[in-house]
T-cell receptor
């Protein structure tokens, strides 16, 4: 079962613009994580936000979490062509394993 | 040089054959995971293990089997009972502390094609 659903499914922007992608989930969570996947590769962890946190920053990344709406957003500021990848949210529902969403494919045009 | 290795990168098998995918980590992580990814899709959890000699079924365990005899190794066998085995298989590991989950470290994946 896919707990998280990302929106949009695909996003194309110009270099220098900001990219925002959203994740909605269905059940209560302990934490929510965002991962990045370059085509045909393994995933790389970007950021983890706990259920009692509302916002977290890491470099050009900003993540928000709204547990009342069961949603999270990932903002990438000043995007670069190298940011082109698929981005996935993953939730910890307390079973000691993550459940991944379907991903947002981001294309940054140089 | 720490990390997770998966081998081989590409694997081709005939229908009806069992095949075992290798996953090794030297990160000293207790937890290990296997996921399946189909084209344009997210990851689906096959099996996971929090400790040696123990593992749990994920969301799509049917047709797969695992073992966890060593902390460093978590091989996945795709059996002939798996109806649609062609996919990209990803292994991951993570530290464990209490009952929470932590960031997962992924291997480069194995692309399995069954014809």
């Amino acid at each position: 079962s896919q707990q998280g659903e990302e929106d949009p499914q695909a996003l194309s922007i110009q270099e220098g613009e900001n990219a925002t992608m959203n994740c909605s989930y269905k059940t209560s969570i302990n934490n929510l994580q965002w991962y990045r996947q370059n085509s045909g590769r393994g995933l790389v962890h970007l950021i983890l936000i706990r259920s009692n946190e509302r916002e977290k920053h890491s470099g050009r990344l900003r993540v928000t979490l709204d547990t009342s709406k069961k949603s999270s957003s990932l903002l990438i500021t000043a995007s670069r062509a190298a940011d082109t990848a698929s981005y996935f949210c993953a939730t910890d529902m307390g079973r000691r394993a993550l459940t991944f969403g379907s991903g947002t494919r981001l294309q940054v045009q140089p | 040089d720490g990390g997770i290795t998966q081998s081989p990168k590409y694997l081709f098998r005939k229908e009806g054959q069992n095949v075992t995918l290798s996953c090794e980590q030297n990160l000293n992580h207790d937890a290990m995971y296997w996921y399946r990814q189909d084209p344009g899709q997210g990851l689906r959890l096959i099996y996971y293990s929090q400790i040696v000699n123990d593992f749990q079924k994920g969301d799509i365990a049917e047709g797969y089997s695992v073992s966890r005899e060593k902390k460093e190794s978590f091989p996945l066998t795709v059996t002939s009972a798996q109806k649609n085995p062609t996919a990209f298989y990803l292994c991951a590991s993570s530290p464990t502390e209490g009952t929470g989950t932590y960031e997962q470290y992924f291997g480069p994946g194995t692309r399995l094609t069954v014809t």
